[in-house]
């Protein structure tokens, strides 16, 4: 029965975490490799606000959310525009850019920023206090994790299908140049995913965050989780996105009942390379099998 | 101007035109060691090493299509294997190295298969949660020396040897990997690179020519992982770290990607300066990519790309 509820919570974390990068990726086919960088920024932001500058903590959940938006739109407009279309140069400056974010955070020395080393930041959970289901012990920050995942799932799919900017992301992602000949236009909509995906990511940090401290090599582990669940799931496919992060959030829950927490990374590995041989396009991916293999 | 490919050799001139930035390059970096003291030396062989792994970054992403976020998973391959083969066999390095190399490359392009076969971006992602994954599996599982890693392995003889070991792979594999794209399977990897769809419909199979790109560059990559193990006496976690991924990369955006000569230098370049700035910390990591988004923002095609292209530029009148 824990297996049951903490898989649930697993799985609501994983799909939180790749939501962001879904969006991006399926709207603008371009891999924010900065996605876990951002979640590990909004961390910090949020401490930074809450602990030095004093501010309410849920406006400082906001203010951090707004910057996560902006930063999202500021790499797309600055970087990411001049190098539409080349797949190698979008991967590379993706990856600096998180490294510039990450490696940034842990910088020691430098006009008095001190560096955020260390296992002592840590946010406080929304409600303190637990609760129990079915006999199994249950914290109200995992309770909220899985109604604000379910919340989220639903309001973006209210956004993507009744709000005319959402259908135009659906539209772009859908065929680029059908939706630019309609009159939507390509770069104005990459800029509002990146910036979605990345208040996305942001919010998932906020939420997330609380259970544990906040590290900056935290950043890459996000990131790989997030590509973990898109490459099972399929690049781009949101559905396929949760649906993979019910498949690993279980299976790594399992196996951590069952055979220890240690073969965690064993088990998600295995899953991606079990899912590239013998469905590569993801289980509910949209590419056709013959493009998918080349 | 002149143009690039066709030349008629004239005159001694000419041919000393042609030949001087060659000799210039292979002169200039065996004679390196001759005039660096010491402490240079030992960087010497460090930068030996990320250009290996930037000639590699190069061979792949311009040649052949494939981003590889994961340098350090090759020189995390290659330096394990050469050092437990030497901690827990006992042969000498100079048998373990060339070992190594070939079994590494083995073990990651075996690695690296199952994304051959898809898109690009798959093969950027996958080779960027390699290393990591290494890193979690040998700290969990506390195999191979786990945390701690191994220490006293078997040092190569003398630090002429360590430099001119390097040096001469890099001379090598630089001027090897230039014939390589010229041939008939370069012709084929920039096909793949370009259109592969039209690769697959000549009937050529798109995922072996992969993988022996990435077998090749592999090698290089194991090589440099190989000789830093016994380069240091030492191996550990620190093998995997993302330091291995992101210089070579930004050595490639800055020297030029494409001129397989312009990662090398990078490398040389990037090494140094960051020698220079160890007392920062961690800022040489930021410093390095924001000098990549730099260059790929304001001049993407690089420095030897630039300087490639002025000095075929260069007009001189001659007496008739």
Redesign the interface.
Known sequence: MDILIYGTVNSVIFSFIAVGFTLVYGVSRI?N?AHGSIYVLVGFLTWSFVNDLKINYALAILLSLIIAAMIGLIIYR??LI??RGM???E???S???S??IL??L?????AGFK?FIGPFYILHPFIEGKLTIFGVLVDYQRLIIIGAGLAIVAMLWLFTHHTKMGLSLRAIAQDERAAMMLGVNSDRTAMISLSIGSALAGLAAVMILPLGCITAEMG??V??YA??VC?IGG?GSWAGAILASFVIGFAMKISTVFFG??????V??GT??LI??FR?SGLLGKQKELE??? | MRTEGLYALSSWAEMAYLLMPRTVLILGLLLLPLILDMYWQRVLCTAGIYAMLALAFDFL?SYV?L?C?GGALFIGAGGYISGLLNAYLGWPPLLCIPIATLAGAVISTFVLL??L??????F???S??FP??AV??IV??NVFGGTEGISALAILPNIWVEQYLILGMIVVSLFAIRRLVNEDIGLILRGIKDN??AV?ASGIS?TAYKTKAVFIASLMGCFGGAYLSHLYGWLGLSLFA?DFS?LP??AC?MGGMGSLVGPVLGAFILTPMSEALRG????R??LY??I??GF??YK?EGLMNYIERKYHQFEHWEEV
């Open positions: 891999p490799f600055f970087i001049r190098l797949p190698t140069s991967i590379i400056s990856f600096a850019i490294l510039i490696e940034g842990r910088m020691q020395g430098i560096g890459y582990k990131l790989i590509l973990a490459i690049l927490a240690v073969w965690e990374s064993v998600l590995v991606i390379i590239l041989l590569p998918e293999r080349v | 992403a299509g981003v976020l199952p994304c076969r898809l898109r690009g971006i798959y950027a992602i996958v960027f949660m990591l994954f979690y599996i969990a599982l592969d769809q697959r798109i993302m992101i990369i930004a955006v920062f910390g961690q800022l990591v930021v990519c924001l990549l988004i790929m923002v993407p």
